[in-house]
């Protein structure tokens, strides 16, 4: 339940106490009213008969004081919902009541209970009425039920009325006025969902929020604020120290290979002479020499396999000399040759890539790399789709979209204990992209968002001496 409901709630649960209490106050104040009506009718029928011009006072009979004036002495004498008896020692009790039928209309049931239940116990109000020393008669004031309800009814469902109008309108109030209190939070709410969703992409923190003019959301919007400044400056520096690292990784990668390629790659090599010769020399009476020498051979030939596959894996010769494009299609190629038959890897590149600065070039290439590794040890899927889309902007932003239908689930993906599907997301987030794991048809879905800009001269011209140089140092070292 939303914040303004339960406060409109409240307000209508304590609107509905005071009307309650309300309620009750006026029946007992409308019981106490009409107990004192009876009182007051009894003093004015007493000066009535003592002092009324024409009507002598001693031996009036009950009847005698009653007749004539009932009309009159109902409005002038007795009050509203008072019943008189009157008696006399030499006449029987006369009674006059001014009860006024329907002065409150019909009165529902369960309101005629309540009131008998919580009004006052009501006595008869008894008078002797004495004059010179005589007793004229006794005056006996009782208050009438039925025109005290009907009394009661009436004037409670009027104050009622008005107080459940004026409650209504309380309520519509406050909720404008708590709606219109509470405004800065929805913008509060975007901020953290502006900041939980740029997470992984480019903007992360800029989410800002504006003061509103009330001074405890003006807090907040300070301490949001600091927080998100902090948080970028800190995001800055993880990514300049992630971009250093993954800078630092190709570097060891680059080193290991050459060390692979150079030592262990000529040993592998002069073994493998060495195995021909031997097997090429053995005397013809001891063929198991030469038997033992071409199986020392073929698991040479197979480890030189192994180890061409680990550089491919370590350096990536390609994209320093023709390109991402180029390099990609090697790629996907290797992989089709490589897994034969059973999966058909297919690349589909819209845009010019040839402007794609290093950096982005080989994050995209690694990417790409560790997808299809995952595809193909993860599941075994009939297809897998490489999509590259260049949007040259501006903002300029490529598209990288892995597709395969091997039935996997991106949970599983996504809280898989190893390092691949976070070294993916560090490696795109430290390019300023974003990282997104999905469902495709038939299998898994991954995709990522790269700005990019075009490359300076200066930039392509370094690349392509680097590239330059990279050729010349291979063909040396080969």
Do not use: K
């Not at 013809?284 to 030469?290: E, F, K, S």
């Amino acid at each position: 339940m939303s914040l303004i409901v339960r406060i409109t709630v409240r307000l209508a649960v304590v609107a509905l106490i005071a009307l309650a209490g309300t309620i009750l106050w006026m029946l007992h104040a409308t019981d106490a009213r009409l107990q004192r009506g009876a009182e007051i009718s009894v003093d004015r029928l007493e000066r009535h008969w003592m002092y009324r011009p024409g009507l002598g006072s001693l031996g009036v009979t009950s009847s005698e004081l009653l007749s004539g004036w009932t009309a009159r002495a109902s409005g002038s004498v007795v009050l509203p919902g008072v019943c008189i008896v009157v008696s006399t020692p030499t006449d029987p009790d006369s009674s006059l009541c001014n009860a006024r039928d329907g002065l409150g209309g019909t009165v529902p049931a369960w309101f005629a209970t309540l009131f008998e239940r919580f009004a006052a116990p009501r006595e008869a109000v008894v008078r002797e009425v004495v004059f010179r020393g005589h007793r004229l008669g006794t005056i006996r004031a009782s208050v009438d039920t039925q025109a005290a309800t009907e009394q009661a009814w009436q004037q409670v469902s009027l104050v009622a009325g008005a107080a459940a109008g004026m409650a209504a309108g309380m309520c519509l109030l406050a909720w404008l006025a708590v709606a219109h209190a509470l405004r800065p939070v929805g913008g509060i709410v975007r901020a953290l969902r502006d900041l939980e969703d740029g997470a992984d992409g480019p903007g992360a923190t800029a989410a800002r929020l504006p003061a509103s003019g009330t001074a405890e959301f003006d807090d907040i919007a300070r301490a949001f604020n600091d927080l998100a400044a902090r948080l970028e400056h800190t995001t800055e520096e993880r990514g300049r120290l992630t971009r250093r690292l993954f800078a630092v990784q190709e570097e060891e990668r680059r080193m290991l290979a050459r060390e692979l390629h150079d030592e262990f790659g000529q040993c592998l090599t002069a073994g493998g002479a060495l195995a021909a010769s031997i097997a090429s020399d053995a005397p013809p009476a001891r063929p198991d020499i030469a038997r033992d020498a071409l199986s020392i051979g073929r698991l040479i030939a197979d480890m030189q396999a192994t180890l061409r596959g680990a550089l491919a894996r370590l350096r990536v010769p390609d994209l320093e000399e023709v390109g991402l494009a180029a390099s990609l299609r090697s790629l996907v190629g290797s992989w089709n040759s490589h897994r034969g038959s059973r999966t058909r890897f297919l690349l589909d590149v819209e845009g010019d890539l040839g402007a794609t600065p290093p950096a982005e070039a080989l994050g995209i290439y690694r990417l790409v790399q560790e997808c299809l590794t995952n595809a193909a040890r993860h599941g075994d899927p009939a297809t897998v789709l490489v999509r590259i889309r260049r949007n040259p902007g501006p903002p300029g932003t490529l598209t990288v979209t892995v597709e395969d239908d091997g039935g996997g689930a991106p949970e599983r993906l996504s809280d898989s204990p190893g390092l691949g599907v976070t070294g993916m997301r560090e490696r795109i987030r430290a390019l300023g992209g974003r990282l997104s794991i999905g469902r495709s048809a038939g299998g898994l879905s991954i995709s990522a968002e790269i700005p990019t800009a075009p490359a300076a001269p200066a930039t392509l011209a370094a690349t392509a001496t680097l590239a330059a140089a990279a050729t010349l140092a291979a063909a040396v070292a080969s």
